[in-house]
């Protein structure tokens, strides 16, 4: 990863993101809507009282570019994609489907050119990134409050799954979110896939798993990528090499994760798993509570 200064964060806490386009920075257009940067984002509040964007940020910090090739490692954020008919996933760089479904970053882009560390990533729950003032990117009690399932933490009070019933799409016959129940209540799941890097030292690649009728019932989402990470800001471990106890091999977070089955769950079952700092997620902002 990129090397950068490293801070130490509190909750909510950077510097005010500027893409150097000298518009407005953020503030509420509309009773449903943010303006951030020039762009316009869709919001829900929940009855749960959360408040999230209703669409994947699509924010490009200053100095930093996108980029189409995912095994690109110093691009930081990648273009989503698309199934090109034969199963080869392929940048998608057109401004219709950017809107539609933002960026991918990595953790090093989303908290605004910061490395994260085995020192500081359990420190950066809750903090704003590059989320408007106001906003932060989500922890994973946030998306548990929706999903309902997350696999345990790494603090050994959790022996397996945790699971809150009361979440607010949880469905019992799929044991945990259902991607219909989030659309129905005004959330708009977006299915973005992930650049997937399994390690630092991982090739980088978009995930080419989509969904279709061997695996869903959902006909308006066939061919979309079927496997998406949505990002947290909570770590779950570094990981260090078993060979060499004091290389660091790679850092994971919780992130919101989707998983079709014909069999088990044909509307796509949401839950909280993990993954690598170095991969690319999409990333949802959720407005401080009041």
């Not at 990129?2 to 993101?17: I, Q």
């Not at 994260?116 to 932060?136: Q, S």
């Not at 219909?180 to 650049?195: P, Q, S």
Request: proline share 4%; net charge negative.
């Amino acid at each position: 990863m990129a090397a950068a200064a490293v801070f130490a964060f509190t909750a909510c806490e950077t510097t005010d993101p500027d893409n150097g386009d000298g518009g407005a920075g953020s503030g509420e257009s509309g009773e449903n809507e943010i303006v951030y940067q020039g762009v316009t984002y869709k919001t829900v509040t929940l009855s749960n009282g959360q408040t999230w964007m209703a669409e994947p940020l699509r924010y490009v910090p200053d100095g930093m570019t996108v980029s189409s090739d995912p095994a690109d490692d110093n691009a930081h954020i990648w273009y989503p994609y698309e199934n090109d008919g034969s199963g080869t996933a392929v940048a998608a760089t057109d401004d219709e489907t950017v809107a539609a479904k933002g960026y991918l970053y990595d953790m090093y882009a989303a908290l605004g050119n910061t490395e994260v560390t085995a020192d500081n990533c359990a420190k950066l729950e809750g903090v704003r990134g590059i989320c408007p003032e106001g906003w932060h990117i989500p922890t994973r009690a946030e998306y548990l409050e929706l999903c309902g399932l997350s696999n345990k933490d790494n603090s050994g009070e959790e022996t397996g799954n945790v699971v809150n019933e009361d979440a607010l799409f949880y469905d019992a016959t799929y044991g945990g979110g259902n991607v219909r129940l989030f659309n129905e209540g005004g959330w708009n799941f977006v299915l973005t896939g992930a650049r997937m890097k399994t390690n630092f030292a991982a090739t980088g690649k978009y995930q080419p798993t989509w969904v279709s009728e061997s695996n869903s019932t959902t006909e308006s989402l066939f061919g979309e990528p079927a496997l998406t990470y949505i990002m947290t800001s909570t770590c779950y471990k570094p990981i260090y090499s078993s060979d060499t106890p004091s290389e660091l091999t790679n850092i994971q977070f919780f992130a919101l994760m989707t998983a079709f089955s014909k069999g088990n769950s044909p509307e796509g079952k949401v839950n909280l798993s993990y993954v690598s700092t170095a991969s690319g997620q999409q990333l949802r902002c959720i407005k401080d509570a009041e």
